[in-house]
């Protein structure tokens, strides 16, 4: 079995900061990428940031200068560091691994089950 738990989410006043962290843990030979997705209410999903196993980041436009993702790959863990929030980025943070499991062949998707980030005006 493989979990990702996400913590780190609540409600800040815009312009205020939130740090976002993701465990992974269970059966894992090695994990790929790490990431965050997103999801406000009546909206689809949509990609916040990835960051590869050897430290490459790629942001969304849209969170570009005021989010920084990063990992301890000793601790199977990926942060997401939010500054300058306004009220438009409040959803449901999602984490993301790509990931291999003991005794599978190759890498799959996996994620966790989300925490609430609010920022009000």
């Not at 990702?4 to 843990?25: M, P, Y």
């Not at 590869?52 to 993702?69: D, L, M, P």
């Not at 499991?101 to 609010?118: A, E, I, K, N, P």
Request: charged letters at 15%; a positive charge; glycine letters at 12%.
């Amino acid at each position: 079995q493989v979990q990702l738990v996400e913590s780190g989410g609540g409600l800040v006043q815009a312009g205020g900061s939130l740090r976002l962290s993701c465990t992974a843990s269970g059966s894992i030979v090695s994990i790929n990428d790490m990431g965050w997705h997103r999801q406000a209410p009546g909206k689809q999903r949509e990609w916040v940031a990835t960051i590869s196993n050897g430290g490459r980041t790629n942001y969304a436009e849209s969170v570009k200068g005021r989010f920084t993702i990063s990992r301890d790959n000793a601790k199977n863990t990926v942060y997401l560091q939010m500054n300058s929030l306004k009220p438009e980025d409040t959803a449901v943070y999602y984490c993301h691994a790509v990931l291999r499991r003991l005794y599978s062949v190759g890498y799959q998707d996996y994620w966790g089950q989300g925490t609430q980030v609010t920022v009000s005006s």
